[in-house]
């Protein structure tokens, strides 16, 4: 489990609350901490929300570590990744033939029963997951960044590097600690993706293994690979996840 102080859990639920709610004008952010990773999560879970809303259906899910876990709408159709990039950030997914042509799909995988490993959550359920999951995930983050700032690199149980990230969408760069992590796996030639754990959406790492390496953020990951026999057909670890900082190294059996 992750390490972090109740202060710090209430700060990451303050932040939490105020980008579900859309209210980025009211966070009062720490000069290093760095959310636009996550804030494009949440605007993409929300609006993916209301799009499941409209055409009542349940929300895709993966099980990870035998919790389901909401899937990205582009993961779950096989789009790549194209719309937890683009929502909120861009007038393209507000297009409403665009969003019609969404919905349609939508409504097609799920009728043709084409889960394919994947289950499904009901709405409430998703969104109650999204936001605990949401929260140790920044919490980690937040506990990790405070470390940092009072210990420095020697303190901070892990190899670092820094970073340079949007602090929020659109805001001012910051300088952040991030975490040197390497994958490595039973073939070679592979390309290693990563989540956070709260909503599985496909974030490219590194390639090729075995092993490959870079530098990420504080926070609660899961890691797949595609590429070789795979295709193009990301295969996840779902039987752990990566709290970080921590190990400075996974092995996944692919």
């Given at each position: ?10 700060y ?12 980025v ?27 499941l ?11 990870i ?66 936001l ?7 919490a ?39 975490c ?48 070789g ?13 990566v709290?970080?900082p ?9």
């Amino acid at each position: 489990m992750p390490e972090y102080t109740e202060r710090e859990a209430r700060y990451a639920r303050d932040i939490v609350e105020k980008l579900i709610s859309g209210d980025v004008s009211r966070l009062e952010l720490e000069s290093d901490i760095a959310i636009s990773d996550v804030q494009a999560d949440a605007v993409a879970f929300s609006w993916e929300l209301e799009l499941l809303k409209r055409v009542n259906a349940s929300v895709p899910a993966m099980e990870i570590e035998g919790e389901p876990v909401p899937v990205s709408l582009d993961f779950f159709l096989g789009l790549g990744p194209l719309l937890g990039g683009l929502f909120g950030r861009g007038s393209r997914w507000r297009d409403p033939y665009l969003q019609e042509w969404l919905a349609h799909r939508v409504e097609a995988a799920l009728r043709e029963d084409r889960l394919d490993g994947f289950t499904l959550m009901k709405r409430e359920e998703a969104r109650k997951t999204f936001l605990a999951r949401v929260m140790d995930f920044l919490a980690t983050r937040i506990a990790a960044v405070t470390r940092f700032r009072q210990t420095g690199p020697a303190g901070f149980g892990h190899p670092t590097s820094a970073l340079s990230f949007q602090q929020i969408l659109g805001g001012p760069r910051v300088t952040t600690p991030g975490c040197q992590f390497s994958v490595s796996t039973n073939s070679g030639g592979l390309r290693v993706f990563w989540s956070g754990a709260y909503r599985v959406s496909p974030n490219y790492f590194n390639s090729p293994t075995s092993p490959t390496s870079s530098v990420l953020q504080s926070g609660s990951f899961i890691f797949g690979v595609d590429g070789g026999a795979y295709g193009n057909n990301i295969q996840w670890d779902q039987n752990s996840v990566v709290t970080l900082p921590g190990l400075p190294y996974a092995h996944l059996n692919f």
